[in-house]
T-cell receptor, first 114, second 113 residues
């Protein structure tokens, strides 16, 4: 079965640079979630989109922005990168944002800021 | 956070049974998920409970008591490959928090031969 695809899998950037992470949800899934997981930490919710509209916003810095496109893929744009942004960034998708909708996670993008 | 608590570490031997507990605050509860995560990899969905009772899926079972704000994940016939972190995640129904999951810190399970 098709899974969530994320690219790139690994990314190394320097401080103050920008990065763009991409997520392709499971076919027919209309909701995308972004989570950040620091070393030894639990995943923290950043932002989500349902039918191309932002549906929820968590602890996402103002330096980050995201959107969902007409083909339902999503991009997380990160600017003025800081050392503390080094983390695993997971995208998850589900069919409908509501009840009974399991979230399936992609393999993640490991971002290292030097 | 949402007071999602689970033990930090557990150990067990191959073939044994282990129960990983999770407690959470009950206000606005709208579903509980268990995920397995190997180091550096994505969380893998294991189970979902929204009503009281036991959900069984092969060697894994998950139980929920909504009134007590309590769940457990039961792993039977443990195998070495079950060594991983097990994340309890809760969805709450509050305002605009539609669908987001709140995760516990995870329970690192080590299975010994």
């Amino acid at each position: 079965a098709a899974g969530v695809i994320q690219s790139p899998r690994h990314l190394i950037k320097e401080k103050r640079e920008t990065a763009t992470l991409k997520c392709y949800p499971i076919p027919r899934h209309d909701t995308v979630y972004w989570y950040q997981q620091g070393p030894g930490q639990d995943p923290q919710f950043l932002i989500s989109f349902y039918e191309k509209m932002q549906s929820d916003k968590g602890s996402i810095p103002d330096r980050f922005s995201a959107q969902q496109f007409s083909d339902y893929h999503s991009e997380l744009n990160m600017s003025s990168l800081e050392l503390g942004d080094s983390a695993l960034y997971f995208c998850a998708s589900s069919h409908l944002a509501g009840e009974g909708s399991e979230q399936y996670f992609g393999p993640g993008t490991r971002l290292t800021v030097t | 956070g949402q007071n999602i608590d689970q033990p930090t570490e557990m150990t067990a031997t191959e073939g044994a049974i282990v129960q990983i507990n999770c407690t959470y605050q009950t206000s606005g509860f709208n579903g509980l998920f268990w995920y397995q995560q190997h180091a550096g990899e994505a969380p893998t969905f294991l189970s979902y409970n929204v009503l009281d009772g036991l959900e069984e899926k092969g060697r894994f079972s998950s139980f929920l008591s909504r009134s007590k704000g309590y769940s457990y994940l039961l792993l039977k016939e443990l195998q070495m490959k079950d060594s991983a972190s097990y994340l309890c995640a809760v969805r709450f129904h509050r305002g605009s928090t539609l669908g987001r999951l709140y995760f516990g810190r995870g329970t690192q399970l080590t299975v010994w031969p």
